[in-house]
């Protein structure tokens, strides 16, 4: 399926992208465009490839063949610095290596943006203090990251996130560890943020009714170097998912316009 959508120049856009891991072809010839202000959801059953191909876009591996595009010019010749401003990735799982506050996990974020051996302004850490704020973790700003709970610590990587201020967010199942309730919150913050700030977000996810909900586009990975790729309404279909997912998916309309998936 071929994708137009966004005629403005995009944020990010990937060129006749081919893509395997391991021998196993993830996506061939993927060419798709995100323009500011839109999110795009990877869908797809596990071991499709959806970590894979965010760092992928991210730079953390090379692609069998064609181009990623970041900004006006080619992904690969980002100095790293230059590129952790632009792009911000939310990791599946974190691991905390070093003991640490909350408020000084969030201001990592801010590293990209500091000259060598500068130590963060008033203007860093506010930045710090109102993500937690936005993320509800504001009163554990002193506490040991040791000591958080997981939906806790998922909340300060999604703050940490916010503090970096990147171009491009990349979320890899934002949903982990978090009830339903936040995890809509924290998709509606994020919408937000990118909306406000004209940034774009790409999202793997097992929610096929998340991405519904909160992406402009979506990649629906079927296996095989095989794919769908457009708008929200015309990728995610019950054909398609049934497809994707190798058991039958029911789409029920709720709403004129809206509508929610299950599997039979």
């Known amino acids: 399926m071929s994708n137009d959508l966004g005629k403005t120049a995009p944020l990010l856009e990937t060129q006749s992208l081919s893509l395997s891991i391991a021998g196993r072809k993830i996506c061939t010839e993927l060419s798709l465009r995100v323009p500011a202000g839109q999110c795009l959801g990877i869908l797809g059953q596990n071991g499709t490839g959806k970590t894979t191909l965010l760092h992928t876009l991210m730079n953390l591996r090379s692609p069998d063949s064609g181009d990623i595009i970041l900004g006006d010019k080619p992904l690969k010749t980002w100095d790293p610095k230059s590129l952790a401003q632009q792009l911000g990735i939310l990791f599946q799982n974190t691991h905390d290596i070093m003991p640490a506050t909350v408020l000084e996990t969030a201001l990592i974020g801010r590293h990209p ?14 930045l710090a203090q109102q993500a937690l704020e936005e993320v509800g973790i504001a009163e554990l700003a002193n506490r ?15 703050a940490t996130l916010l503090t970096q201020e990147p171009r491009l967010f990349l979320l890899d199942e934002p949903g982990n560890h978090l009830d339903i309730a936040f995890a809509l919150r924290s998709l509606q913050l994020l919408r937000a943020h990118i909306e406000r700030r004209q940034c774009a977000l790409i999202m793997a996810t097992h929610d096929i009714n998340l991405a519904a909900r909160y992406c402009e586009q979506i990649l629906l990975l079927y296996g095989e170097g095989k794919f769908a790729l457009g708008r929200c309404a015309d990728v995610l279909t019950a054909q398609n998912l049934s497809r994707a997912y190798d058991c039958e998916i029911r789409e029920f309309e709720i709403e004129k316009g809206r509508s929610v998936f299950f599997p039979a």
């Open 113 to 126: 943006h500091l000259a060598d051996w500068q130590w963060e302004t008033k203007t860093d850490l506010a």
């Open 144 to 158: 040991e990251i040791a000591s958080l709970s997981g939906g806790e610590r998922q909340r300060l990587a999604i």
